[in-house]
């Protein structure tokens, strides 16, 4: 046998969760009473958009339940089979490239940038504590604090939504930004970035505030208040 099943006690749990929810579908069938109020479920489209969803998480749970250890190779395939330590799931094996690309820290989900400040040799020679780029996570980016935003919806548009209709969200750096921003805001202020400034500079009045060290943010930001429109 190529692998040894192994159960853990969490294991055990989902299956037994699993074997209370077919035993449920199979009372509420032989039932008029309560099959007949999920047949209305059955014929919402809200309803079935979140029998997808929670079916995902069911299959990549029960995926992730199925553990087991590789056995392992054996000069001259002879003797008693001997099995690796580490414990792996079936999802593991499915998402085996993922495992092979690790990151020296934990950051935020689309990220490009590390979670913690590091020490950080520029170009010209001189060092700086900032946070760095990570090592797989937008690799393919060469500027994330412009195109990141452009590169998830680029890829994700088109899969959201059916015909007729189309759902949008605000996501990315640009979005994580100004959310920031409203944050560090104090009662009645309005801050505002460089960028935001270069646009309206000729129509409202501000003062600078300086630069703020913003959780997601690689750089310190340049921000500036709002003060009002000019005469």
């Not at 208040?225 to 000019?230: D, F, R, T």
């Amino acid at each position: 046998m190529p692998f040894q099943p192994v159960i853990l006690w969490t294991d055990r749990l989902v299956f037994l969760l699993v074997a209370v929810i077919i035993v449920a579908v199979w009372y509420i069938r032989a039932r008029v009473h309560l099959r007949t109020p999920w047949r209305k479920v059955g014929r919402s489209r809200y309803g079935m958009c979140s029998l997808v969803v929670l079916s995902v998480f069911v299959v990549i749970g029960l995926l992730d339940s199925l553990h087991y250890r590789p056995r392992l190779d054996q000069p001259g395939g002879k003797g008693p089979a001997n099995f690796a330590v580490d414990v792996r799931s079936v999802f593991d094996v499915l998402v085996d490239p993922l495992g092979k690309r690790p990151e020296r820290t934990y950051s935020a989900p689309l990220a490009a940038y590390a979670y913690a400040k590091e020490t950080i040799e520029r170009p010209d020679g001189t060092q700086a504590r900032e946070f760095p780029r990570l090592k797989f996570g937008g690799m393919h980016l060469k500027d994330p604090d412009n195109d990141l935003t452009y590169d998830v919806v680029r890829r994700t548009i088109g899969a959201v939504g059916f015909e007729g209709r189309w759902d949008y969200g605000a996501i990315g750096n640009v979005t994580n930004l100004a959310a920031r921003l409203c944050g560090e805001a104090r009662p009645g202020q309005i801050l505002i970035a460089q960028r935001v400034l270069a646009s309206v500079e000729e129509l409202v009045e501000v003062e600078a505030v300086g630069e703020l060290e913003l959780k997601g943010m690689s750089k310190a930001v340049s921000a500036f208040n709002l003060v009002g429109l000019k005469a």
